[in-house]
């Protein structure tokens, strides 16, 4: 990876510099949920058997998300694996991405050799001109990091200018969970359409490296001979296809999630900070002095992403009654710092 890419979850570097042990971390820096679908033991045939493409995960994918038959549908190790080689499959072109972003999209079309455009999210204000530059857009919705969701009817609008010449529309839905209304997986049978989906932020498995691409068939077909065989390995796809099942968890963690991030927008509200945007799984502060902000909180051993262009936090939930009891107690004390170093200025 390329050391200038910074992302969240880094754990054991923000221990060494604020010499404070791992184990003692708030850890509110990746938009993970962090009560997320219990893991059951696995059976010991499960470590020792290879993948196998007929086992019913494929089914499984469908019907979560809702993908017609004629698409097609990939179990992928993360979808950081589908970032990574969809850039492959065509010829160097331009690629608008978000800005603000999740930066391994821009870094991995770039390094593909793809003249990368950045769509400031300004313009979604104005008229869509912009697109007639690009010939593949890559979008997250909703936004990571500012929570900022485009509506279907827009993204099926700006997949129709992009197909009618060629193009493609690759949608990140990482953070789609628990939201009604705004996938476009029931589409992507369409020509030019990528959706990628995970297991990561809300489940909560981002250890298991568990994703899906859904798509024009031939898009995944390529992306599938890129990968390889056993991409996914045989204990992913066995959690996947029960975690997936689990609608009565899916349907109980939405709710919950909606009031936890009300939660901790009025938590954050109550600290003396501006209104914040967010998803169900975190909440993102722009503020000038993001920096000192998250310099403060780490003392403390409370660690949120911070971003410098332009300058704001991100703050993932709590997940259980003494973690927001800290993060409660921290931001007061990171509160009180500020002002005084704001007074001595």
């Not at 045939?45 to 494929?58: N, Y």
């Not at 500012?146 to 009618?164: N, S």
């Amino acid at each position: 990876m390329n050391p200038s890419t910074i992302h969240g979850g880094r754990l054991i570097e923000a221990a060494r510099r604020w010499g404070i042990p791992p184990d003692h971390w708030l850890d509110l820096s990746t938009g993970i949920n962090r009560k997320g679908w219990k893991v059951p033991p696995l059976p010991p045939h499960v470590w020792q058997h290879l993948p196998e493409e007929d086992d019913g995960l494929d089914q499984v994918l469908r019907e979560w998300g809702g993908a017609p038959g004629s698409a097609g549908c990939l179990p992928v190790p993360g979808t950081q694996a589908a970032i990574q080689a969809l850039p492959l499959l065509r010829s160097p072109c331009r690629v608008g991405v978000p800005r603000p972003g999740f930066s391994e999209h821009a870094r991995c079309w770039a390094l593909a050799g793809h003249e990368v455009v950045p769509v400031p999210l300004e313009q979604l204000a104005g008229d869509d001109g912009w697109l007639d530059e690009l010939d593949v857009l890559v979008w997250i919705n909703p936004n990571n990091p500012t929570g900022i969701t485009v509506g279907r009817d827009r993204l099926l609008d700006w997949h129709a200018r992009l197909v009618a010449k060629g193009g493609w529309l690759v949608v990140d839905e990482a953070f789609a969970d628990g939201y009604g209304g705004i996938s476009l997986v029931p589409m992507s049978s369409a020509p030019g359409l990528v959706v990628l989906r995970s297991l990561g932020k809300f489940f909560g498995l981002a250890g298991i490296r568990a994703g899906a691409v859904y798509g024009e068939a031939a898009i995944t077909g390529a992306l599938q001979s890129t990968l390889g065989p056993w991409a996914l390995s045989h204990p992913a796809r066995y959690l996947m296809a029960r975690a997936l099942k689990d609608k009565r968890w899916q349907s109980h963690t939405a709710e919950r999630l909606q009031l936890d991030s009300e939660r901790l927008d009025q938590c954050l509200r109550q600290a003396g900070l501006p209104p914040t945007a967010g998803t169900l799984l975190f909440r993102y502060l722009p503020h000038p002095n993001a920096r000192l902000m998250a310099e403060s909180l780490a003392r403390q051993g409370v660690l949120v992403r911070y971003f410098e262009t332009p300058s704001a936090l991100r703050f993932g939930l709590p997940g259980d009654a003494f973690e927001w009891e800290r993060l409660e107690r921290t931001l007061g004390y990171m509160r009180n710092v500020i002002d005084r170093r704001l007074v001595d200025c």
